[in-house]
């Protein structure tokens, strides 16, 4: 089905089924995407694709792609960005024969959700310890959109690194959105020297049977695994000339300690295996 215009993004989605509609309208496989426009252009981008494991082998992914890659022509997009885990051997090698190349690998990070280990978390968060001081850690507000979006397209919006989907509504998304767990670092003259925008995800809770180890036929255990909220870091960055301060270790913390407090057990970063430092 396709969707519309909404700031310059188009999308193109499948129709969703739950699991007992899905079996009953015989869908065997989906594929949602959608366009973002960039300085360097506009790219499409594909989510999420996935085939029933009866039907994979049967050429359903290649029927899926075939389709979203004509969506694409006919929106005169030349580039199309897709990602996947780098274990995933089938999927790699899926897009690979399907003509994709130059990819470049994410890492991502997941830690405890806990600064204890941190005995001055509370004077880091607070920007107290920031080498150079006279710097303000405070939630992203209107008037700083303007300075993050620039300070990104430095560090996100490169045409050479179009895999980062950086561009003039990302900070007005967070500030809509999460603005309690998006700051920035503010200096003297209210220069911008960095910022951290997150979002927080909640897991419903789920129900797990587990079967009794080595009693063949026997009943299965009901396990009901409680909701559990992930805090993700989605950008952070530091501008050049105020990095090795303790700005961007300040923001991190700032940000981690308000995912805390509405119940995050787990956080979660990612970045390019090429970005050493």
């Not at 792609?65 to 051997?89: C, P």
């Not at 950086?166 to 911008?192: K, Q, R, T, Y």
């Not at 129900?207 to 950008?235: C, E, F, M, N």
């Amino acid at each position: 089905e396709a969707g519309g215009d909404d700031h310059n993004q188009t999308d193109r989605r499948i129709r969703v089924y739950t699991p007992q509609t899905a079996e009953a309208q015989g869908v065997v496989g989906f594929m949602l995407g959608h366009t973002v426009k960039k300085r360097s252009g506009v790219y499409g981008i594909l989510e999420w694709m996935g085939v029933s494991q009866e039907c994979q082998g049967h050429g359903v992914g290649s029927m899926l792609l075939g389709k979203f890659m004509e969506i694409m022509r006919e929106q005169e997009i030349s580039k199309v960005i897709v990602d996947t885990q780098a274990t995933n051997t089938p999927a790699i090698r899926f897009f690979v024969k399907s003509g994709f190349k130059s990819y470049a690998p994410s890492l991502y990070f997941v830690q405890d959700a806990n600064l204890a280990s941190m005995p001055n978390w509370k004077d880091i968060a607070e920007g107290k310890l920031i080498r150079g001081g006279d710097v303000t850690l405070r939630a992203i507000q209107v008037c700083d959109l303007a300075a993050i979006y620039e300070l990104g397209d430095l560090v996100y919006g490169r045409p050479e690194k179009p895999s980062h989907f950086w561009d003039e509504f990302v900070p007005s998304e967070f500030h809509n959105s999460d603005p309690e767990h998006s700051f920035v670092a503010i200096g003297p003259d209210e220069e911008l020297l960095g910022f951290c925008l997150g979002t927080t995800v909640s897991k419903a809770p789920s129900v797990t049977r587990l079967a009794h180890r080595g009693v063949i036929g026997s009943t299965p255990k009901v396990l009901i695994q409680p909701d559990s909220r992930v805090g993700y870091v989605v950008w952070i960055t530091v501008n050049e000339r105020h990095r090795r301060r303790g700005v961007g270790t300040a923001l991190y913390t700032k940000v981690a300690s308000t995912m805390i407090e509405v119940g995050c057990q787990i956080m979660m970063v990612d970045t390019d295996s090429s970005n050493i430092p």
